[in-house]
């Protein structure tokens, strides 16, 4: 891999997730809209509109620059961008160098993520992660992003959580391609690593001089009755893997809701005690949990690109997030160089194969006129985030002027 000297934001930086599929609506010519649409499909119900944000972006981010945070995390739409194989929508790139444009205006610094979770058809159809050729697409693809948006960029995460990405595709069969195989899925795995060394090489061969790292899936793992070799050999194919290989990149974003119990037959779903709406067991705890835990593996910074809850009580998420940032500031106290916190997510948005039931976001929308309503948890994250402010990220020697809160 190619090195460059990448430059952090000068602040911790503060802000809140979504995803391109998730939120922007119409995403026709990807893999999940083929997926929600087959007859009998397994998902709740079809992302549709999603949150209009194609459109509504702008007052998304007049939402984010309200709350004080001076951070977003988004991402852009491989299938948008790269329609047909080497076939580029300049029309869509101008679209996400407008959203960064609106996000430098209101001085947030645009965290982008080029993957998640979404393939284009012509990817797909081609083999989608088990392509011989995927790492070059995804490397050409990275390059096309880089080039074009690169000078914009606060900060890139090439894949998000292509751990579950390959767990969800092609051991539960929840995702596309709804396999259920372990050789596959362990060989989709060693792909999408070197899917993201190929990436990280095109963005850092262009312009910008952003921190590129991977976002990865990690959880607090508790083996109960006798559960320690089903947990061992779960969690060195979902963690132990991408944790050896990106000792080189210039942050891990460490993605955390709860804690999964193994025993010997594999996982168990939830567990005693309070369940979130997801099934999860409620486990703000898990966030410096994940954070040692990668630490124990790499010196790199790292970055919680991901933690929140998916509950329709709002009283849960404040009380969810209450702990988990306590949990946070512990772990900084503790000297592990954390440089973000981005809860997930601002807006109750598509949850993949679950649909609109699970609600994450800080922000209502309207499913009919897409309406944001901040609930009482965003005026609550704003004041943790007040609270917390002025805070300067541990050893960002070279900061950018990007962010000055
Ligand atoms: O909504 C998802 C997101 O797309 C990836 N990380 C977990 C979130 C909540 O399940």
Known sequence: MTQRDAHFPAAFLWGTATAAYQIEGGGTNTDWWRFEHREGSIAAEPCGDACDSWHRYGEDLDIVATLGLNSYRFSVEWARIEPRHGEIDRHALEHYRAVLAACHERAIAPVVTLHHFTLPLWVADAGGFESPDIAEWMGAYAR???EALGDQIAMACTINEPNIVAAMGYLASVFPPEVTDWSRYVAVNGALRRCHRAMVDA?????????????LSMAEYEAVDDGEEALATYRTEME????AEVTEDDFLGVQCYTKHLFGPGGMIWGGD????????????RSVAYTLRRAREFTSIPLVVTENGIGTNDDDQRIRYLTEALAHLDEARRDGIDVRGYFQWSLLDNFEWVLGYGPKFGLVAVDRTTFAR???PSAAWYADAVAARSGEVAPSSSTPSDEVGA
């Open 273 to 284: 005690g309070e369940l979130t709406e997801m099934g999860y067991l409620f486990w703000p």
């Open 373 to 375: 309503t901040p609930k």
């Open 144 to 146: 096309v992003v880089g």
């Open 203 to 215: 963005l850092r061969e262009g312009p910008g001089d952003f921190p590129i790292g991977m976002t």
């Open 240 to 243: 132990d893997r991408y944790l």
